[in-house]
């Protein structure tokens, strides 16, 4: 049995760094950017206004101004602002030559084409200098998972298009005769796959693109089909069948196909029963079958190892500090991931934590993470934990 930490560096002395592709800025949304993306102009790239009114040299209050002309967004006025003159001008329009600032239109009142400035008028300019939000030449560094507003950035850089990491294919098999898919009618000894649905979700979430294979059953033959199926995937993850029981057919049956492997059995719970190696050119992953183990172990091995795949470097799930609601009991040989939920700032563990409780999972905020050997805690006591 190997600790977590050991267990995440064979993961990823195991991943490969996947090579790039060049996708459009709709395509773009959580792919990880691998190569700089530079900005070919300023932004804006001329004196703008901020604001609905009128551009002048300099007002003070009670002057009075002819209107000359309008600038809009999109359509500047070809002229200069003398002393004495105004051009009326919309927010995002070019600010004329000659002009200092912009009187917000609620300080002047009109009469024609005469302006007066009003008592006591705001006294900001509302410019927006050319290159003030970034100036040509600025640059978004790879490597970098694209978020909403990265998009958002790149799109005003005039960036269409981006280097970005092919998505890591991960080929996903339930195994086991008690499952069925959802929306089938399962028989009285069945149950519903679940994990591998969530797992799926969560490897999407992560960038990837997640296949589900069909469900293999308990026996040595089903189980050869199946893997026989994983074509062209970066990672394989099985989900059950890695325990001790004499259905527990995984590691058997990819032994036989040439799985060299790296490791089986992690001193964590849940996920003791985890193993990793290379079956011919695919990673392979295989989960234990417990719906919160396959889910924690997704957490906490597999998304770390497709962010190293995406180009974001080997590191571990980051974690969090957080205070303890409660005291917890003292931690036995192996990490424990416990199930836990923030409440008025402070973590409070779940008092079921068996490894079959998806609902208990699903309202969890937070994995604490309870090393091995680790002492009684108070309530108060810092924790470190994992967001979920
Ligand atoms: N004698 C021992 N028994 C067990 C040990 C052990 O060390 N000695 N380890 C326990 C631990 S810890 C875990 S975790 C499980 C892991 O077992 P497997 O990975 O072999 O998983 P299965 O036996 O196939 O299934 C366990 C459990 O999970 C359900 N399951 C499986 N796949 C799915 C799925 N896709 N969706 C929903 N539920 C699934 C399955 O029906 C079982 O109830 O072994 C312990 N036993
Ligand atoms: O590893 Mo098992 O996951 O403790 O339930």
Redesign the pocket.
């Known amino acids: 049995m190997i600790s977590v930490e050991a267990a995440l560096e064979e993961l990823f002395a195991l991943a490969p760094v996947l090579e790039t592709e060049t996708v459009d800025l709709r395509q773009a949304p959580g792919r990880v950017l691998r190569e700089d993306a530079v900005a070919a102009r300023d932004q804006p790239p001329f004196v703008a206004s901020a604001m609905d009114g009128y551009a002048v040299a300099e007002a003070a209050p009670g002057d009075r101004f002819e209107v000359i002309g309008t600038a809009v967004a999109g359509k500047a006025f070809e002229g200069r602002v003398g002393p004495g003159q105004a051009v009326r001008i919309f927010t995002g329009a070019p600010v004329p030559e000659g002009a200092g600032r912009v009187v917000i239109q609620e300080d002047v009142t009109r009469d024609g084409d005469v302006i007066t400035v009003c008592d006591a008028p705001d006294s900001a300019a509302y410019l927006r200098p050319a290159g003030n939000d970034f100036s040509a030449g600025f640059r978004l560094a790879a490597p970098l998972p694209l978020r909403p507003g990265d998009i958002a950035l790149l799109a005003a850089m005039n960036v269409p298009r981006v280097a970005v990491t092919r998505r890591p294919r991960v080929a996903i098999i ?3 005769d ?2 069925v898919s959802p929306g089938e009618v399962p028989g009285p000894d069945q ?6 649905y969530g797992l799926a979700a969560l490897f999407e979430a992560a960038g990837a693109e997640a296949r589900l294979l069909p ?1 293999a059953r308990d026996d040595m033959a089903s189980l050869r089909t199946v893997l026989g199926l994983v074509e062209d995937a970066d990672l394989v993850v099985t ?7 004499d ?2 057919l ?1 590691a058997d049956v990819a032994a036989e196909m040439g799985l060299e492997r790296s490791f089986y059995k992690v001193a964590m ?5 985890l193993m990793a190696g290379r079956l011919g050119a695919t990673m392979m992953i ?6 919160v ?2 889910m924690v172990c997704g957490h906490v091995f597999v998304v770390p190892v497709l962010r190293a795949m995406q180009g974001l470097g080997a590191r571990p799930a980051p974690r969090q500090r957080g205070p303890l609601a409660h005291p917890l009991a003292a931690n036995g040989p192996r990490a424990h991931y416990m199930r836990a939920v923030f409440a008025e700032g402070a973590l409070e563990v779940f008092e079921r934590q068996d ?2 409780l998806l609902s208990v999972f699903n309202a969890a905020d937070a994995l604490v993470v309870r090393p091995p050997g680790a002492g009684p805690l108070q309530a108060g006591d810092t924790v470190e934990y994992l967001p979920l």
């Open positions: 339930a195994t086991g008690e499952l149950i519903v796959a679940s994990n591998t469900i989900v059950g069948g890695a325990s001790v029981g259905h527990d995984v719970r849940p996920g003791k029963p295989g989960l234990p079958g417990n719906p183990s396959a490894s079959g």
